[in-house]
């Protein structure tokens, strides 16, 4: 681990270990999920100038009208996705800066991840590359339409909030597949795991979340 990955400060270890401490007070008991809250240098996914606030339980903003996520949110949707998962590949909407990218990327074989803002998609292959983060596909293109071309996916992580559950998506989901999205208005949205059963979709809500809105168009 490099100084700049290690962080010094209010980014160093004892900063982080402060974090997933708050996160187990919080009911996050996923040992894997913690480590990688741990270990991902969250801020090297934000703007030097927010540096100082990567470790606080909060989201920050990163540009583009978009955000990282608060650590606890993609603490519980990794969670959430990776409970009784036995799948290899994972489609994740919204790549963003990365960030859940690099929490998810050791636990499983292979993510492939849409993105519609192409300068933050530029910036984020570089980042995750500079990572030594090999295992994700990218691709710029609507979140509402998933990727098909490597459909079915075990896995499907959103990381904006539609209305509506995607029709698009819950096609592209595996037999006994699980989705993770928020669903739902500003200030009315819920954190939901669909699960694909043989001739149906379950539905279980994880609580209240805040996200920005998963946007139609490129």
């Avoid at 160093?12 to 270990?39: F, W």
Wanted: net charge neutral; glycine share 8%; aromatic share 6%.
């Amino acid at each position: 681990m490099t100084a700049d990955t290690a962080g010094i400060g209010m980014t160093s270890a004892r900063t982080r270990d402060r974090l997933v401490q708050r996160l187990k007070d919080q009911g996050i008991r996923s040992r894997p999920v913690l480590e990688q809250i741990r270990n991902v240098p969250r801020h090297l996914f934000v703007d030097e100038a927010l540096a100082s606030r990567a470790y606080e339980d909060t989201a920050l903003p990163i540009g583009h009208g978009q955000t990282i996520s608060q650590p606890f949110v993609v603490a519980l949707m990794t969670e959430t996705l990776l409970a009784d998962f036995d799948g290899e590949t994972v489609l994740e909407i919204g790549t963003g800066c990365g960030y859940q990218t690099a929490v998810l990327s050791p636990l499983v074989k292979k993510i492939y991840s849409v993105e519609r803002v192409p300068e933050l998609l530029r910036k984020t292959r570089q980042r995750l590359r500079d990572l030594n983060i090999y295992n994700v596909q990218f691709r710029p293109g609507d979140g509402w339409d998933g990727w098909p071309k490597y459909a079915p996916y075990d896995g499907i992580i959103v990381a904006a909030a539609a209305p509506e559950l995607p029709e698009k998506l819950l096609e592209q989901l595996a037999p006994g597949g699980r989705l993770v999205i928020p669903i739902g208005p500003p200030g009315r949205q819920e954190l939901t795991l669909v699960t694909r059963k043989d001739d149906h979709f379950e539905q279980v809500s994880f609580g209240a979340v805040s996200f920005v809105p998963l946007v139609p168009g490129k």
